[in-house]
């Protein structure tokens, strides 16, 4: 062989251990970094390693945001009554007796309030079926009544003490007895205001609204038992 010959046979040999040593780099990189990062540390090479952190971070952000969406979809919340809508009100631990809450319910401009009255009520929720909720319209003229509990008087009239949880409406003195489903106990009212139905989730405490009984809230087809009118000319919360 010519001393041609050898030189072309060397540089031919340096370029196939080249093109080794960079097939084996590549391979190297692409089993410790993936594809993707190596295909973005080729194309873009100032691409710091935290940036790949922070994709894989929000991957597993996503991750973990698909598992708390899969649990969030393997919670089946309690069912709708009819067309309405279903909401969480409160949870137990934030309830005292007494101490009523209030909520718009099913429309974002109708006035609720839940309270635990402490004593066992009809359509009670809760470890002691004493969480109620009702409208907070009169059924007499629509004023927003208030709660008033057991022994003591509304700040409209102190000469009367409720001798039971009530609603007292200071417009012209309608009084709702809250442990009998809002029963008409006192005033002009006709009729009772409507109960929102309530479902309590015994493994978290929440409780949930899902419905309202007749009559139908107090401007809404007053008086009728037909409660889809509950949920027309407005907004669903
Ligand atoms: S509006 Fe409530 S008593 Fe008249």
């Not at 493994?203 to 949930?208: D, P, Q, R, V, Y």
Request: net charge negative; with cysteine; hydrophobic share 35%.
């Amino acid at each position: 062989m010519s001393s041609k010959d050898e030189n072309e046979k060397s540089s031919s040999d340096e370029s196939r251990r080249n093109v080794l040593k960079i097939g084996l780099g590549i391979g190297a990189a692409l089993v410790i970094g993936g594809v993707g990062s190596i295909t973005r540390t080729l194309l873009n090479p100032g691409i710091p390693e935290t940036v790949e952190t922070t994709q894989s971070s929000t991957t597993t952000a996503a991750t973990t945001g698909g598992a708390t969406s899969a649990t969030a979809s393997t919670f089946v919340p309690p069912p709708a009554t009819s067309d309405f809508p279903v909401i969480m009100v409160a949870n137990l631990s934030g309830l005292q007796d007494g101490n009523p809450i209030s909520f718009n319910y099913p429309l974002q401009e109708q006035p609720n309030i839940l309270v635990k009255l402490g004593v066992q009520a009809a359509g009670g929720v809760g470890p002691n079926s004493d969480i109620v909720a009702f409208s907070q319209y009169c059924q007499h003229l629509g004023c927003v009544y208030g709660f008033v509990a057991a022994g003591q008087a509304p700040s409209c009239n102190s000469a009367y003490k409720a001798t039971d949880p009530v609603g007292y409406c200071c417009c012209h003195g309608s009084v709702y007895d809250l442990t009998e489903a809002a029963k008409v106990i006192a005033g002009p009212a006709p009729r009772p205001v409507p109960q929102v139905i309530l479902y309590f989730d015994q493994s978290t405490g929440n409780i949930w609204a899902t419905g309202m009984n007749p009559p139908t809230i107090f401007g809404y087809d007053t008086g009728s038992s037909d409660v889809s009118q509950d949920l027309v000319g407005g907004t669903l919360v």
